[in-house]
């Protein structure tokens, strides 16, 4: 199972997909989307918007993880991955006021993103090591 998981998020298809994922997702007009007074979780799309993100970081920084490159160790690039998905997440933002129909810029949504960034790079550096060894071991 480990060494499964590891040759799946070794590639860049995952990370990729999500991307795009994300991108098809906020792109989807207002009027499309369910109204949020009918959730029964309030503010249930701020847990949709971090774990998006959170996944966005995950899965971009476990494939350059396993990347069999010199000086691969190091968290610079995590941080770098971080700083991409809080930009993507402001992007994905402003793609809404502009240029989506019935969908507004919400800076709660931008925190939101931003959050579930943090959340995942930290879950890659608690993790990376696991992914690392996985490579090692193949």
């Known amino acids: 199972m ?3 998981l590891q040759t799946l998020l070794s590639k860049k298809t995952p990370a990729r997909l999500w991307t795009i994922f994300i991108l098809i997702l906020m792109a ?10 009918k959730t029964f979780i309030p503010n249930l799309d701020k847990l949709v918007h971090a774990t998006l993100f959170g996944s966005f970081v995950f899965l971009w920084s ?3 993880a396993t990347r069999k490159e010199k000086n691969n160790n190091s968290n610079s690039r995590f941080v770098l991955i971080l700083i991409i998905a809080c ?3 402001v992007a994905t933002e402003l793609m ?21 960034a943090v959340l995942g790079f930290l879950f890659v550096l608690l ?12």
């Not at 809404?96 to 579930?116: V, W």
């Open 28 to 37: 989807i007009p207002g009027n499309m989307l369910p109204r949020e007074e």
């Open 62 to 64: 476990i494939y350059y």
């Open 127 to 138: 993790t990376v090591k696991w992914f690392r060894t996985s490579r090692e071991i193949s």
């Open 2 to 4: 480990r060494q499964r």
């Open 96 to 116: 809404q006021k502009y240029l989506i129909p019935n969908r507004d810029y919400d800076i709660y949504d931008i925190m939101a993103d931003s959050i579930g």
């Open 87 to 89: 930009l993507y997440g």
